[in-house]
T-cell receptor, first 113, second 110 residues
Framework: NAGVTQTPKFQVLKTGQSMTLQCAQDMNHEYMSWYRQDPGMGLRLIHYSVGAGITDQGEVPNGYNVSRSTTEDFPLRLLSAAPSQTSVYFC????????????FGPGTRLTVL | KQEVTQIPAALSVPEGENLVLNCSFTDSAIYNLQWFRQDPGKGLTSLLLIQSSQREQTSGRLNASLDKSSGRSTLYIAASQPGDSATYLCAVRNTDKLIFGTGTRLQVFP
């Protein structure tokens, strides 16, 4: 199993550009989520999904869009990048079992100039 | 709204010491609590998961306890080693969401 994979590892954007951060998991997990990590603020939930076709907002959803057309993939779209979106983005997944832990991808470091 | 706090924010100890990291949360209606480790520039690795009905979990030199009624958890690391140097994060699960603390940055020096 590859676990949770994310691409790209690094990305530099100019203000106003759009892009998609890719996330995939091969563990057949129902739950997937996106977090951003900023110094001094910990990880904050952006969007999450409890299954294909179902998504919901987290704590900081503005400026981001998600969709879940398959169990495996959960892309995060930045509609019009802003410097405030400079951060490290993590994708995570887990099964529906209450006993299951959360598995994290390696992260994408995004810089918006 | 659930809030998770970790104290201390940073800790530097000599090798061999036993140490305790603290995590507190404001809403006791949780499904579980997890402790993660994060190395610089890397993702998060799960260390221990405690269900809301459990009091503690152990893995090797790590022991995590949970007191749900008081909204507290501790991570005990026995006989610390330089390889334990990392940031330790606790997170509580409310329904479908995982809420994180800001972490404790640990440095163990030889």
């Amino acid at each position: 199993n590859a676990g949770v994979t994310q691409t790209p590892k690094f990305q530099v954007l100019k203000t106003g550009q759009s892009m998609t951060l890719q996330c995939a998991q091969d563990m057949n997990h129902e739950y997937m989520s996106w977090y951003r990590q900023d110094p001094g603020m910990g990880l904050r939930l952006i969007h999450y999904s409890v299954g294909a076709g179902i998504t919901d907002q987290g704590e900081v959803p503005n400026g981001y869009n998600v969709s879940r057309s398959t169990t495996e993939d959960f892309p995060l779209r930045l509609l019009s990048a802003a410097p405030s979106q400079t951060s490290v983005y993590f994708c995570a997944s887990r099964s529906e079992l209450a006993t299951d832990t959360q598995y994290f991808g390696p992260g994408t470091r995004l810089t918006v100039l | 709204k659930q809030e998770v706090t970790q104290i201390p924010a940073a800790l530097s100890v000599p090798e061999g010491e036993n140490l305790v990291l603290n995590c507190s949360f404001t809403d006791s209606a949780i499904y579980n609590l997890q402790w993660f480790r994060q190395d610089p520039g890397k993702g998060l690795t799960s260390l221990l998961l405690i269900q809301s009905s459990q009091r503690e979990q152990t893995s090797g030199r790590l022991n995590a306890s949970l007191d749900k009624s008081s909204g507290r958890s501790t991570l005990y690391i026995a006989a610390s080693q330089p390889g334990d140097s990392a940031t330790y994060l606790c997170a509580v699960r409310n329904t479908d969401k995982l809420i994180f603390g800001t972490g404790t940055r640990l440095q163990v020096f030889p």
